[in-house]
């Protein structure tokens, strides 16, 4: 737990800010340096917390495979979830490994994403603490929200797929691929919710405005598009239009929100 402390955004002090020189650029030295810090605290924040995801690996399995079986109800009922099986002697600990490793992730986002704003806005000198306490607040339950919404059509999107399963055969589910569709999902639909928070955070952050964000609302639209029908696991026009639709409001308020902010700053400025 005092790791986890030290990976957390503490009250930043001048140790913590980019070195860059009097032009405020940084060299390719230190921007490597700061990539390898960054990264290190992420992945031991990743280890950290997926260590619970090892301990609670029978409860996390329950709630990933209901939807296509009850496990529960499957220890006193024979054949009951007969769809799924696993396969090869390291089948088991395969599974068990990456449950580890994806709970690590979900559960340290609040860390590992602050990690990824501070080397993606390093010039943020006197309200970095400020930004950097924003970013954390909205981007932790938009990735939550993002993840809620992946598990939520996941009965969805299996019933839609096995329902191409012709009637005289059955479908056998191998058990790690089913997990990692689950995971698969489960990750894209997290980190694609982050889209707004990113736009809004780099237009405080002086990066973007609000009409560099909604110039290009085409290519926008079209992009977010091609992303979800490119990643989207699933490949059926409901899952990807479940992860399009919001994207693309996502992103239309993230620009109004900016457009805003950026009137707002300029009132200021002329009063």
Same mark, same amino acid.
């Given at each position: ?30 921007? %490597?340096?700061? $990539? ?7 992945? =031991?924040? @990743? #280890? !950290?917390?997926?260590? *619970? +995801? ?87 339950? %938009?990735?939550? $929200? ?7 059509? =996941?009965? @969805? #999107? !299996?019933?839609?797929? *096995? +329902? ?87 992103? %239309? ?19």
């Amino acid at each position: 737990m005092t790791v986890l402390l030290l990976l957390l955004p503490p009250q930043l002090n001048k140790s913590e800010l980019v070195a860059t020189d009097d032009s405020g650029r940084m060299s390719l030295l230190d921007h %490597f340096r700061e $990539l390898r810090k960054r990264t290190v605290r992420a992945a =031991l924040s @990743i #280890a !950290i917390l997926g260590s *619970l +995801g090892w301990i609670f690996y029978s409860k996390i399995i329950h709630i990933l495979t209901k939807p296509v079986c009850d496990l529960t109800r499957a220890a006193s009922t024979p054949h009951h979830c007969g769809v799924l099986y696993i396969d090869g002697v390291l089948g088991p600990l395969n599974l068990q490994v990456s449950v580890a490793i994806v709970s690590g992730v979900i559960l340290a986002s609040p860390i590992w994403l602050y990690q990824l704003w501070a080397f993606v806005a390093p010039a943020l000198h006197k309200r970095e603490k400020k930004y950097a306490l924003f970013f954390i607040l909205v981007a932790t339950p %938009f990735f939550a $929200l993002g993840a809620a919404l992946a598990y939520w059509i =996941l009965p @969805i #999107a !299996i019933k839609i797929l *096995l +329902g191409f399963t012709p009637n005289s055969l059955t479908n056998l589910i191998k058990f790690s691929d089913y997990l990692t569709f689950v995971l698969h999902l489960i990750l894209l639909f997290g980190l694609a919710f982050e889209l707004p928070v990113f736009l809004v955070a780099l237009n405080f952050a002086g990066v973007l405005s609000g009409k560099a964000i909604l110039k290009p609302w085409r290519l926008a639209v079209f992009g977010i598009t091609l992303f979800s029908a490119t990643f989207v696991p699933t490949s059926d026009p409901f899952t990807m239009g479940i992860l399009a639709i919001p994207l693309v409001a996502f992103y %239309f308020a993230a620009g109004g929100i900016a457009i805003l902010r950026d009137r707002r700053k300029a009132q200021k400025i002329e009063e």
